[in-house]
């Protein structure tokens, strides 16, 4: 049995383990997820950021938190809450993100498990904010900020993309308690 932070009606959010890597190696590397990214990411990657996301659980209790689907105790993919400090008027700060496997789109586990995060960010870890960003491309995205109160804050060239010109306008939204 996984231990879970926290959950939802149907979900789990959790630290990562090292049966998770391989999973989302897969998810991470298929082109369809990674659409409105430069690239799908390498294994290395990967586990790098995975790595990233367990030392910043045991330092901030929380991350980019890995998701279970509850009924089958399947591993989805990743929602959760990142502190960012890339260069911009709204960092350092905490994020919210996502990136599940593409059979569990549409279903609404992103909205789900986004308002999940929002009351763990608010009401346990007291956080004052929390921002998202995306390309201007992505509606999916869009759509869940929009869903769960977020409002957009500004546009902007995000740091980590300058060179990729298809990504050059990103958005900014934001949500208080």
Request: glycine share 6%; hydrophobic share 35%.
């Amino acid at each position: 049995m996984k231990k879970y932070g926290f959950t939802s009606d149907r979900l789990g959010f959790r630290n990562w383990i090292d049966t998770d890597i391989p999973q989302m190696i897969r998810i991470s590397a298929d082109p369809d997820v990674m659409e409105y990214f430069p690239a799908p990411a390498t294994p290395e990657e990967t586990t790098i950021f995975i790595r990233k996301m367990q030392s910043m659980y045991d330092e901030r209790q929380h991350c980019y938190f890995a998701v279970d689907r509850l009924e089958d105790d399947q591993f989805i993919g990743f929602i959760g809450l990142c502190y960012q400090t890339y260069e911009s008027s709204f960092t350092p700060g905490v994020d919210i993100g996502w990136r599940l496997h593409k059979d569990c789109w549409g279903q609404g586990y992103a909205t789900e498990g986004a308002r999940a995060n929002l009351e763990y960010a608010f009401n346990t870890l007291g956080l004052a904010s929390v921002f998202a960003t995306t390309v201007e491309q992505n509606l999916p995205s869009i759509n869940v900020m929009k869903k769960i109160g977020m409002r957009k804050k500004l546009e902007f060239v995000h740091p980590k993309l300058i060179g990729h010109p298809r990504f050059l306008n990103c958005l900014c939204y934001e949500i208080s308690p």
